[in-house]
């Protein structure tokens, strides 16, 4: 259950109003969207996430995407967003509990673990091996989109915005990260 109010969308005005109606036109409303939109400056920050997901895609192609995107959300614990892409990978025909990367991937993955746990020790190793395939634009834009990533995340666990109904079904598949257990 969410720690915070839900205001229901026909009480939103201004701007929230108009952000809620154009996604509810474009049949893209979620739980966390409906939780942004308490405030248009917090809404309109956090769509940054879209561009730089396009960003990503385009960099580094829509399997390697969802593979880095699933790495930061289960990796920092976020239920709903660890669900949105378990759903994704599926659709993409991956078992997310077994999933046979190759090279760039298993980079991602590690990537997006590891800014996770300890961002200021990522090791020189996975940047030298990201650099084998991408420029450092490229770089700048995969690091861009795993903060982003990471800025979803704590917004939806630490407020524990509500699971959306059309992920229910698939709640089994998380396994809630562990690394955690022995920081003191």
């Known amino acids: 259950m969410a720690r915070v109010k839900l205001t229901p969308p026909e009480e939103l005005t201004g701007k ?3 952000a809620y109606e154009d996604l509810k036109a474009k049949g893209k409303i979620t739980n966390m969207k409906l939780f942004m939109l308490q405030d248009y400056g917090t809404f309109e920050a956090f769509m940054g996430w879209y561009p730089s997901w396009e960003s990503l895609v ?3 192609g829509l399997r390697a995407a969802t593979i880095y995107a699933h790495s930061v959300s289960t990796t920092n614990g976020c239920l709903l967003c660890s669900l949105f892409f378990i759903s994704d990978l599926k ?7 077994n999933i046979e990367f190759d090279e760039k991937e298993e980079l991602l993955a590690k990537l997006g673990a590891q800014i996770v746990k300890d961002a200021t020790n990522v090791s020189d190793e996975i940047i030298e091996g990201l650099k084998k395939y991408y420029t450092d634009k490229e770089i700048i834009i995969i690091v861009g989109f795993g903060a982003q990533m990471m800025a979803t995340n704590n917004f939806n666990s630490v407020l524990h915005v509500d699971v959306d109904e059309r992920l229910l079904p698939i709640k089994d598949y998380f396994k809630p990260a562990t690394w955690r257990e022995n920081i003191k």
């Open 16 to 18: 929230e109003r108009e």
């Open 58 to 60: 385009n960099t580094v």
């Open 91 to 97: 659709d993409l025909g991956i078992d997310p509990n």
